[in-house]
């Protein structure tokens, strides 16, 4: 639907849980995500999830 195209989400905790499902949504819906993570391994998993698009950026926060 496109709903959200041309919004631009940062969303923390994105790439687990909640936040990876907030994540998928909204990029699905058309937003250029940023999602950010603490735990480097599950930012690696996220981006190669299928919804992972090159509208979809993410980041890891240290410790």
Request: proline content about 5%; aromatic content about 4%.
């Amino acid at each position: 639907m496109n709903r959200l195209e041309g919004k631009i989400a940062l969303i923390s905790g994105g790439t687990t849980g909640m936040g990876a499902a907030i994540a998928k949504r909204f990029q699905t819906e058309g937003a250029t995500v940023i999602a950010t993570g603490a735990n480097p391994e599950t930012l690696e998993k996220a981006k190669k999830e299928p919804w992972a698009s090159k509208s979809t950026s993410f980041l890891c926060s240290p410790k």
